[in-house]
């Protein structure tokens, strides 16, 4: 079946840094979608790419779809404590029945 | 626009029990997921629905495991007989059809005792 292989499993960061993470397949995904979870919520949408190459940005979040279709990364800029948290990847696989697909997450933990 | 609606919070079940999990999904949106996540864990598959439809139950354990999502009403997640590894959190989530976004609840917190 469709996998998405999220990385890296956690980060632990000083304020103020950058962070990276990235989501790939052996799959072509239509659409990637990355989500960010506090505990006992539910995920919260971020960034949605829809075309291969698209490079999108949320404030200081930047998200890019890749070139193959099969990878997308996700970047935090200057890093601040209200970003903890998991950071979930999710797409669309192509030819699929729409279901939507997730990593297993990155625990992203900054230190003030 | 009230967001997906969960309900639930919270549900402590005996084993043997049956569990109704139910999600409204936004308004308009016709398209719903279930998911479910064991702590510190990602979230995995269970079943998508369109309305009267089920249209991808792949994530589904074959048995005592049932979704519906009716013309009127919330989606259901049905859970007979429930054991102790049941215990996790469900999460369900909402699109429109044609849109891609999917939005989640707050989700529903399992306990089996």
């Known amino acids: 079946g469709q996998q998405l292989n999220q990385s890296p499993q956690s980060m632990f960061i000083q304020e103020g840094e950058d962070v990276s993470m990235n989501c790939t397949s052996s799959?072509?995904?239509?659409?990637w979608l990355w989500y960010k979870q506090d505990p006992g919520e539910g995920p919260v949408l971020l960034i949605a790419?829809?075309?291969?190459?698209e490079l999108t940005s949320n404030g200081r979040l930047t998200a890019q779809f890749g070139i193959t279709r099969k990878d997308s990364f996700l970047n935090i800029s200057a890093s601040i404590p209200s970003d903890v948290g998991i950071y979930f990847c999710?797409?669309?696989?192509?030819?699929?029945?729409?279901?939507?697909?997730f990593g297993k997450g990155t625990k992203l933990t900054v230190n003030p | 626009n009230a967001g997906v609606m969960q309900n639930p919070r919270h549900l402590v079940r005996r084993r043997g029990q049956e569990a109704r999990l139910r999600c409204s999904p936004m308004?308009?949106?016709?398209?719903v997921y279930w998911y479910r996540q064991l702590p510190e864990e990602g979230l995995k598959f269970m079943v998508y629905?369109?309305?009267?439809?089920?249209?991808?139950e792949s994530g589904m354990p074959k048995e005592r495991f049932s979704a519906e999502f009716p013309k009127e009403g919330p989606s259901i997640l049905r859970i007979q007989q429930v054991v102790r590894g049941d215990s996790a959190a469900y999460f369900c989530?909402?699109?429109?059809?044609?849109?891609?976004?999917?939005?989640f609840g707050q989700g529903t917190r399992l306990t089996v005792v």
């Open positions: 989530a909402s699109r429109r059809r044609g849109d891609t976004e999917a939005f």
């Open positions: 799959s072509i995904f239509n659409t």
């Open positions: 790419l829809y075309k291969a190459g």
């Open positions: 999710a797409g669309h696989p192509s030819g699929g029945s729409e279901k939507l697909v």
């Open positions: 308004k308009g949106h016709s398209h």
């Open positions: 629905l369109q309305k009267e439809n089920i249209i991808d």
